[in-house]
């Protein structure tokens, strides 16, 4: 996927039932009231705005179609990074959803 196609992840599903969630406070974990169903995109600017950023560090995005409706998505990035004057890359994959 282009960066110009990034506005597409609107079109995925993102209902999903929860039955769960935790939130960590410190070192404390809570389990934290929540509606039983998820439904669009609370976050979507700032979803398409991180995707934008990695593949404009050379990061690539891997669409996922049924027909021709976007139905998923993954981000890649290759990050450098210095450790104690080591040099070393790591490889960053996101899934950031799907829907069926």
């Not at 009231?33 to 979507?44: A, C, M, S, T």
């Amino acid at each position: 996927m282009s960066i110009e196609d990034l506005d597409r992840i609107a079109e995925i599903d993102r209902t999903e039932r929860v039955d769960a969630l935790y939130r960590q406070k410190g070192s404390e974990i809570a389990l934290k009231p929540v509606e039983p169903f998820i439904n669009g995109w609370p976050d979507l600017p700032e979803t398409i705005a991180f995707c934008r950023e990695h593949l404009r560090a050379g990061g690539e995005a891997l669409g996922v179609y049924v027909g021709n409706k976007l139905a998923g998505i993954a981000i890649s990035a290759l990050r450098y990074r210095s450790r104690n004057g080591i040099a070393g890359f790591s490889a960053h994959l996101r899934r950031l959803t799907t829907s069926t």
